[in-house]
């Protein structure tokens, strides 16, 4: 399956949207300017704080008064009596270039299979006895219903305990090679403590978006922009991108998407992934208010419960960057008293959402895991646990001389960053209690055993399960050592933060210099 519409507009590439200063004029421009152009920049530079809210809420404005929805427009506003800056919100390249649009829903995108399937919120899901949530970007209404249910209780019946091992597109490839047992000897009675939490209605919502690509919302549905050769491959030239840029980003699209919609009688192509896999185009009517960002949907459905949202953009199939291990502490790191507190009543859910809801959300999971229960709640259990492990092992005579089990993560990058960590092995387990935990969808370090065993058998594709094997794999090195920040920081309450922390241990990294699946 190719994935390829033939055809070809030329356009500039993406860049967010800017703002720019023109120059200070009375409010008769055909009277003499007041200010040559060097003392007009140095009185707007001076002033910039001021003026650019107030450019903003003029965006603001016309687009709750639907006056030029997506069109650039200048304005004047007073800095003294008499005198105006003459300001304009203009346009860079555009960020929808030679792209199109498609769908992230399609058939077949449900994982979870002992869930109740929420229309609309694919593989949404709850892991039992905590207060977090997976989902893949859900529709206007997905999110809406996503609420309802947070705020009704009825949140429960979504725990999912059956522990999966899907990875990312090995099903539509017919690669697949079918689970692999849950290991890190733990059983599922260990995995699941069940919490008053389970029952209680939630009264506030924080909402982590981990998609790194740009998504618009069209007729209440989520669009991505994608090359129009690889329709299944998501854009690769915004890895690294800030969340805040991402958001001025889709501000950008959402204007280049209402220009061309006009331009072309108000219809908007799109593509779709039918029940056969195959990409078909579709053409979309526009109507005013009909397109909108993420981040607007988030913020307009006010009802049931309040939202906090964030993005966090992670790279698919790789691991965080340190930045967005610390932004992931600063969201959830105080979360868990706050829930479990009796002075107050909030309960707060907290949500992570990628496209289809499988590997980045997983991995935002296990790290919220990791903050809010490790090194918290489960800390007592967890260490118990190790105990009997270690027991268990040694009264059955396993050896550290025998070959290494790769579905318990003992690839040499791993083993050699274990002993370098204060208790290593101890730091390890607790990851891999983790991710055990939250495999619903995915099972983080078994999804390397599949990519090895595949690029082992060989065959075309084997190059890239290798490439994304060592993926997965440098994810899981990422989580142990993220691990090891949480063990060391948690009890002092995070006095230093994980980027400050690993540049103490940058040799650390020279491990990752030597990454293979073996």
């Known amino acids: 399956?190719?994935?390829q519409i033939q055809e070809h507009n030329q356009a500039a590439p993406a860049s967010p949207l800017k703002s720019s200063g023109h120059g200070l004029f009375e409010p008769n421009q055909e009277e003499k300017v007041c200010f040559g152009k060097e003392e007009a920049h140095t009185v707007f530079m001076g002033l910039e704080e001021e003026l650019i809210p107030m450019m903003m809420n003029s965006v603001q404005k016309r687009e709750q008064g639907r006056i030029g929805e997506g069109e650039d427009f200048m304005a004047y506003y007073a800095i003294s009596k008499g005198v105006y800056v003459k300001m304009a919100v203009i346009r860079a390249e555009p960020a929808l270039g030679d792209q199109i649009m498609k769908c992230d829903h399609w058939e077949g995108n449900q994982i979870v299979k002992d869930a109740p399937i929420l229309e609309g919120a694919p593989n949404f899901r709850r892991i039992p006895g905590?207060?977090?949530?997976?989902?893949?970007?859900?529709?206007?209404?997905?999110f809406h219903s996503i609420k309802q249910v947070l705020a009704s209780g009825s949140h429960q019946a979504y725990s999912s305990e059956s522990l999966n091992n899907d990875i990312s597109s090995m099903k539509d490839e017919g690669l697949h090679s079918g689970k692999l047992s849950s290991s890190a000897g733990l059983s599922n009675d260990t995995l699941f403590t069940k919490s008053s939490q389970d029952e209680d209605p939630f009264t506030r919502l924080i909402w982590i978006n981990l998609r790194e690509e740009p998504v618009l919302y069209i007729n209440g549905m989520p669009f991505a922009p994608r090359d129009k050769e690889t329709l299944n491959v998501n854009l690769d030239h915004l890895i690294g991108i800030e969340g805040m840029d991402l958001e001025m980003?889709?501000?950008?699209?959402?204007?280049?998407?209402?220009?061309?919609?006009?331009?072309?009688?108000?219809?908007?192509?799109?593509v779709v992934q039918n029940s056969s896999m195959e990409n078909v185009k579709e053409t979309l009517e526009y109507s005013s208010r009909t397109i909108f960002t993420p981040k607007e949907v988030f913020g307009k459905i006010n009802d049931f419960i309040p939202v906090q949202y964030a993005r966090v953009p992670i790279t698919d199939e790789c691991a965080p960057q340190e930045r967005d291990f610390e932004e992931l502490v600063f969201l959830l790191k105080d979360l868990v008293l706050l829930t479990n507190s009796t002075i107050t009543d909030?309960?707060?859910?907290?949500?992570?959402?990628?496209?289809?809801?499988?590997?980045?959300?997983t991995t935002g999971i296990v790290c919220a895991y990791l903050i809010m229960y490790?090194?918290?709640?489960?800390?007592?259990?967890?260490?118990?646990?190790?105990?009997?492990?270690?027991?268990?092992?040694?009264?059955?005579?396993?050896?550290?001389?025998?070959?290494?089990?790769?579905?318990n993560g003992e690839y040499s990058v791993i083993l050699q960053l274990v002993g370098l960590l204060p208790d290593g092995p101890f730091i390890k387990y607790q990851v891999d209690r983790a991710i055990d935990a939250c495999s619903q969808v995915q099972n983080l370090r078994e999804a390397i055993v599949e990519c090895r065993d595949i690029w082992l058998k060989g065959g075309p594709n084997s190059q890239k399960f290798l490439d994304r094997?060592?993926?997965?794999?440098?994810?899981?090195?990422?989580?142990?050592?993220?691990?090891?920040?949480?063990?060391?920081?948690?009890?002092?309450?995070?006095?230093?933060?994980?980027?400050?922390?690993m540049k103490g241990r940058w040799g650390f990294k020279r491990l990752l210099k030597k990454l293979t699946l073996h």
């Open 1 to 3: 399956m190719s994935g």
């Open 130 to 142: 905590t207060i977090l949530f997976g989902v893949g970007q859900p529709s206007y209404d997905g």
């Open 249 to 270: 980003m889709e501000q950008r699209l959402k204007a280049d998407l209402i220009q061309k919609a006009k331009q072309e009688s108000n219809h908007i192509e799109v």
């Open 346 to 361: 909030t309960k707060a859910a907290v949500v992570f959402n990628c496209q289809m809801g499988r590997g980045r959300t």
């Open 374 to 407: 490790i090194h918290t709640t489960h800390t007592d259990e967890i260490l118990y646990d190790w105990k009997n492990t270690r027991e268990k092992s040694l009264k059955s005579g396993i050896r550290a001389s025998q070959a290494p089990n790769y579905i």
């Open 469 to 501: 094997g060592l993926n997965y794999l440098e994810r899981y090195w990422w989580l142990i050592v993220f691990n090891a920040y949480l063990s060391e920081q948690s009890p002092l309450g995070f006095k230093q933060a994980f980027p400050d922390w």
